[in-house]
């Protein structure tokens, strides 16, 4: 496990043989873009590009566990964050999603495979309230302060606010929701490419939270903490500045970003994040399309190895 509970060295990836971007999504992801890109050459750019992002990361010393999606039904299987999480004590949570597709993508091989390298207590399954129609798309649908043991979580029909209690009850967070919306209304469908959580740092989308008071009180949470604040523009979110992860390598904390967000972000943000890590700018430009980035695609190792 990571000296640095807020950022693992380990994560698991799944590369994509069929990727291509998931019409049953595209309903309230913003994020999503239409392509003209012919779908055999977009399939080969994700497939490559992930498998950059793995090299690059295994050269800055993440241990990345990857594993082959050749199935065609699956189009979002490159974001493995949405489905399960690990947590320290050696729990894992598995979690309710709203495309009938992306229920597919939950892999017993993934868990096992944790839990054959890593002391894995408990496994809690949430799958079961899909019936219900009730939905908490992992670290997708909130971002989580592993030091203050916060849940902070945007709402969205991909996040409902009574699955989040039963988590953050389960696995000791305090649930903190807000509602954030783009200029067009649009909530946004993810918190986390609204906001990203370092160990020193918090970078966010706070204008685009609709409620002064709460957006007042989820500042004031950093301030207490001690965090560098950086203010993203809509426009920097819309880059994918807040969809990106802090990772333990073997020369420090280093914050996996896309160069999309790299190229979005001021002089003045790149100065105050390189105080504490330093910035891996990856090229996922095929994966983007799709509505997600860095973060997630990443589903961070919070587990001690065995």
């Known amino acids: 496990m990571s000296l640095y509970p807020q950022a693992p060295n380990a994560v698991v990836m799944i590369r994509p043989h069929h990727f291509y971007p998931n019409e049953q999504t595209e309903q309230d992801n913003s994020f999503q873009t239409a392509t003209l890109i ?31 999606d050749e199935g065609e039904q699956t189009p979002d299987s490159v974001f493995p964050n ?34 054959k390298q890593y002391r894995v207590q408990d496994v809690v399954d949430y799958s079961g309230l899909e019936f219900d129609e009730l939905y908490l798309e992992g670290t997708g649908a909130m971002v989580l302060d592993h030091i203050e043991r916060i849940a902070y979580a945007a709402r969205s029909k ?9 988590f953050c009850s389960h696995f000791n967070y305090e649930p903190m929701v807000f509602d954030a919306q783009n200029h067009k209304g649009i909530s ?57 992860l802090e990772l333990t390598g073997k ?28 910035l891996l700018p990856l090229d996922v430009s095929a994966i983007e399309l799709a509505g997600g980035s860095v973060r997630c695609m990443l589903a961070g190792i919070h587990l001690s190895r065995r």
């Open 188 to 244: 946004v469908y993810h918190t986390n490419v609204l906001m990203c959580i370092g160990t020193d740092f918090v970078m966010a989308g706070f204008d685009m939270m609709t409620d002064e008071k709460r957006r007042a009180q989820i500042i004031s949470r950093f301030e207490s903490a001690g965090k560098s604040i950086l203010y993203l523009s809509e426009q920097q979110i819309n880059a994918f500045c807040g969809n990106a």
């Open 38 to 68: 012919d779908k055999k050459r977009l399939q080969e750019m994700a497939y490559k590009q992930v498998t950059n992002v793995s090299n690059l990361l295994e050269a800055e010393g993440v241990t990345v566990h990857i594993f082959e």
């Open 158 to 166: 991909r996040t409902d606010s009574h699955v989040l209690e039963r």
């Open 82 to 115: 949405n489905w399960f999480s690990t947590h320290t004590g050696g729990q894992i949570a598995i979690y309710p999603m709203c495309a009938q597709n992306r229920r597919k993508e939950r892999r017993q091989d993934v868990i096992e495979c944790l839990k």
């Open 251 to 278: 020369s420090g904390r280093i914050l996996a970003l896309s160069t999309t967000a790299y190229a979005a972000l001021t002089a003045e943000q790149i100065a105050i994040l390189k105080k504490s890590v330093t």
